[in-house]
T-cell receptor
Framework: DAGVIQSPRHEVTEMGQEVTLRCKPI?????LFWYRQTMMRGLELLIY????????DSGMPEDRFSAKMPNASFSTLKIQPSEPRDSAVYFC????????????????FGPGTRLTVL | EDQVTQSPEALRLQEGESSSLNCSYT??????LFWYRQDPGKGPEFLFT???AGEEKEKERLKATLTKKESFLHITAPKPEDSATYLC???????????FGQGTTLQVKP
């Protein structure tokens, strides 16, 4: 079975450039999460979607960050313009949340995208 | 303020030497505590979910327990393949937010 798919796996860009990270969740899952991981701050939840609708984006650091989920099988995280402090590993995760259940459940993580902003 | 603290930051064990990892939390109205394992260069992998004090779950050499203020991940007779970073996360009943701890990096030497 294909797990969560992320692309690209590595991205090196220059400050000021636009960066788009992509995620394909596990088929049948209805919740999708974007995380950022750094040595200093650990794993931070940026935003999560339920049934393609953003539920909580309070973890998005700035207006330079935006996320979309146009359909159940695809999501993007965009950074525009990028800055060196955005360098991190970005993870996408998905889960199935039964209707009426609590807000979090077992999550399946993708392999991550390592972003380096020069 | 909701907070999750894991200790120790790093732990080195000999193969077969049992030990425990700690996850202390201060959240209002815990709505769930999760343990994940993360290998270098990979995404976290789900291990356990605990919801109420007194609850315990086991998987192979791992056993997770929960009290009102902390959770322990007990590792019995660890093997080198248990080497990884173990992450704890809690859901705050007050804010509904999912908060991860900084993790404990475990190294098991043969």
């Amino acid at each position: 079975d294909a797990g969560v798919i992320q692309s690209p796996r590595h991205e090196v860009t220059e400050m000021g450039q636009e960066v788009t990270l992509r995620c394909k969740p596990i088929s049948g899952h209805n919740s999708l999460f974007w995380y950022r991981q750094t040595m200093m701050r650990g794993l931070e939840l940026l935003i999560y979607f339920n049934n393609n609708v953003p539920i909580d984006d309070s973890g998005m650091p700035e207006d330079r960050f935006s996320a979309k989920m146009p359909n159940a099988s695809f999501s993007t995280l965009k950074i525009q313009p990028s800055e060196p402090r955005d360098s991190a590993v970005y993870f996408c995760a998905s889960s199935f949340l039964p209707s009426g259940s609590s807000s979090y459940n077992e999550q399946f993580f993708g392999p991550g995208t390592r972003l380096t902003v020069l | 303020e909701d907070q999750v603290t894991q200790s120790p930051e790093a732990l080195r064990l000999q193969e077969g030497e049992s030990s425990s990892l700690n996850c202390s939390y201060t959240v209002s109205g815990l709505r769930g505590l999760f343990w994940y394992r993360q290998d270098p260069g990979k995404g976290p992998e789900f291990l356990f979910t605990l919801y109420s004090a007194g609850e315990e779950k086991e998987k192979e050499r791992l056993k997770a327990t929960l009290t009102k203020k902390e959770s322990f991940l007990h590792i019995t007779a660890p093997k080198p393949e248990d080497s990884a970073t173990y992450l704890c996360a809690v859901v705050s009943g007050n804010t509904g937010k999912l908060i991860f701890g900084q993790g404990t990096t475990l190294q098991v030497k043969p």
